[in-house]
Antibody, heavy 122, light 111 residues
Framework: QVQLVQSGAEVKKPGSSVKVSCKASGGTFINYVFGWVRQAPGQGLEWVGGIIPVFRSPNYAQNFQDRVTISADESASTVYMELSGLRSEDTAVYYC???????????????WGPGTLVPVSS | QSALAQPASVSGSPGQSITISCTGTSRDVGAYDYVSWYKQHPGKAPQLMIYAVSNRPSGVPDRFSGSKSGNTASLTISGLQVEDEGDYYCSSYTHFGTSVLFGGGTTLTVL
């Protein structure tokens, strides 16, 4: 059974950065698509970006391209999302997702992590 | 890029059928059969209900079905049950810019 275990909640100040981790277990790691989806309080889902660990080349949503870095550590079966220049609008639950092998975004997200809350407040 | 358009809410009685629409453009929903539907209970992570327009993952009841016509995808739930209540989101692949678009979400109430 695939499990995605995410790092814990972090309160951040405006202008700072946050790095959220997601450790995958129970399945092959390097060939699958891993991504990040966020959800602001009371709002809908928003794609942040994704990566296929074996290719190491991340794919970012336009809205985040200049502020996000997504990476993968194959030896630890862990993906990371770092978001910089945080502002209050970045307050959200950040979900780690796994999709079947294929094009980032084209394969469905069949596994979701429990989410990591990142409140941004001065 | 704008989110895919979904109705904010739909409702139905137990046993009835409902349909949730998801309207995009010729750059996303209309261009690819990479449309998925997710269900979310409050405070929980979403779960996959339909993928590739009309395919059900193992464990999803056959009361759930998906379809697509032009730039609009649809999720139909037949034989509504109280446990079907929740928020439903569609998503589509797009080759332009962001790669994944989500709908704004639809809250289903079973009266």
């Amino acid at each position: 059974q695939v499990q995605l275990v995410q790092s814990g909640a972090e309160v951040k100040k405006p202008g700072s950065s946050v790095k959220v981790s997601c450790k995958a277990s129970g399945g092959t790691f390097i060939n699958y698509v891993f991504g990040w989806v966020r959800q602001a309080p009371g709002q809908g889902l928003e794609w942040v970006g994704g990566i296929i660990p074996v290719f190491r080349s991340p794919n970012y949503a336009q809205n985040f391209q200049d502020r996000v870095t997504i990476s993968a550590d194959e030896s630890a079966s862990t993906v990371y999302m770092e978001l910089s220049g945080l502002r209050s609008e970045d307050t959200a639950v950040y979900y780690c997702v796994r999709g079947a092998a294929g094009i980032v975004g084209a394969t469905p997200f069949d596994y979701w992590g429990p989410g990591t809350l990142v409140p941004v407040s001065s | 890029q704008s989110a895919l358009a979904q109705p904010a809410s739909v409702s139905g009685s137990p046993g009835q059928s409902i349909t949730i629409s998801c309207t995009g453009t010729s750059r996303d929903v209309g261009a690819y059969d990479y449309v998925s539907w997710y269900k979310q209970h409050p405070g929980k992570a979403p779960q996959l209900m339909i993928y590739a327009v009309s395919n059900r993952p193992s464990g999803v009841p056959d009361r759930f079905s998906g379809s697509k016509s032009g730039n609009t995808a649809s999720l139909t739930i037949s034989g509504l049950q109280v446990e079907d209540e929740g928020d439903y989101y569609c998503s589509s692949y797009t080759h332009f810019g962001t790669s994944v678009l989500f709908g704004g979400g639809t809250t289903l109430t079973v009266l």
